[in-house]
């Protein structure tokens, strides 16, 4: 009996100290802890504080021109204020409140999972940004080195050859002035704003996936959704030469729900709408439209920051009358669709909606009217989501971002689709600052062009999306799921 007595002890023993062992080499903190130290290793290897952000790299010509200039100008009492790129930290501010504040709150809707939705958020959300900030400069290096050998025999300084279009020449131009691939990363706060942008497709594509992965899983599609957004990003806008500077419309609403969703569909278990904890409650719904809330009073900041800094006001003030428009038009739509009548759930969604739609590059050329009609159209296809379509695919979208960011995407795609055709490429319509569009158009001038890569970019961005999420899926299932739903 001593004998008897003497192994179990020991067999307790030994399972207490496995199970300390285990919390000791947790893989979720391993694969962290990993991925941490690999970025500040390679913060500390590539890149470089760039100054105060407000210098734009010259071919060695026109730097000479400048440093003459310079050089002979009189001396100023002080520096101005863009030379220590002020006007960036209020866009900063409003995007951390968008990205941090916002999206992760409207994440706590889930009753039982609202506190781990919202840590996972956050330390997804932190790492996310990390990556992408690195990963943004680093590709358009390697393309730079990629141009540079492509157009050696071409003079700096390049002026314009009108012979080729003017996709052609900005390429050219570009081999001149970009960073080479020897030299180190410059970052500057503009650098970390924009990474941001992917911070948002994460958080888009993670709503389609809550409750149903751990967090080693989340760490994963985490990493594999900033590597498919910047290189999607780079692929549409930098390689082909779409327009997606406003709202990122494309690479991150369009591309961060067609991603969950790919990812949602190989991850989601058995029915996990009929789990009982798959459901809000009333101090989490609350919560969530907080969270709706800061993303409403910054939207005009994150359709703005990356466009011409010309239109930065005009664009502001689109985002804030589409806003406006399809929160009054949730409540009608609801009216009619919902037997109930209209709730303040309604109200969340078509404000949201409405500002996905005014994502739109065509926000740059239409007045305030029309983007009211715009956020309108957002709010419609939202409430006829929620109403008809979300009902059928719980299981796959836990959040609703086909009717949050996958269909109004694709309305205000359709509304640049029709800015292209009649207003761009012919002259049907009469736009606004179109003697900006040469600048923003980097097909300007060339027949349909403009209309055929706007089309190219919605379908590479869904066609990606869908199947960088199904191979994320694919590799999630097999790292397992594991106390989902916490």
Known sequence: SQVVCF????RALGIKMIGRLSKLVNPFMMVLAAAQISLIIAYSVLSYHDGYGNQQKLDE??????????????????????????????????????????????????????YTSLGMSF??????????????????LAYCAQLQSQFKDVGCPYGNNPALSQFENNQRSLSCTCDSWSDKIGLSISDFIKGQYGVVAVMISFGATLGKVSPLQILIITALNVTAYVGNKFLCVDYRGGVDNTGSLYTTHIFGASFGLGVSLLVSGKRPSENPDNRPRYQSNNYAVLGSLFMFVTYPSFNCYWAPAALRVYIATNTIMAELSGGMFSYIWANFFYPEGPSIMHLQDGVLAAGVAASTPACMFLPPVFMMVVGAGGSLLATLSFRFIQPSIEDQDSQGITSLHLLPGLWGALVMELVCIFGIDNTYWSLENMGLASQIMPHYGEQWASTETQALVTAFSLFVGGLAGAFTGIIAKLVGTQNALH
Do not use: H, V
Request: proline share 7%; net charge negative.
């Open 7 to 10: 192994l179990l002890r020991g």
């Open 61 to 114: 010509a026109r730097q000479a021109e400048q440093d003459l200039e310079n050089s002979l100008r009189e001396p100023t009492p002080a520096p101005q204020e863009y030379e220590y790129g002020q006007p960036d930290l209020s866009y900063m501010f409003d995007m951390n409140m968008y990205t941090y504040l916002g999206m992760c709150l409207t994440m706590t809707y889930l009753r039982k999972y609202a």
């Open 123 to 140: 330390l997804m959300g932190c790492l996310a940004q990390e990556y992408c900030c690195l990963l943004l400069q680093w590709i358009p």
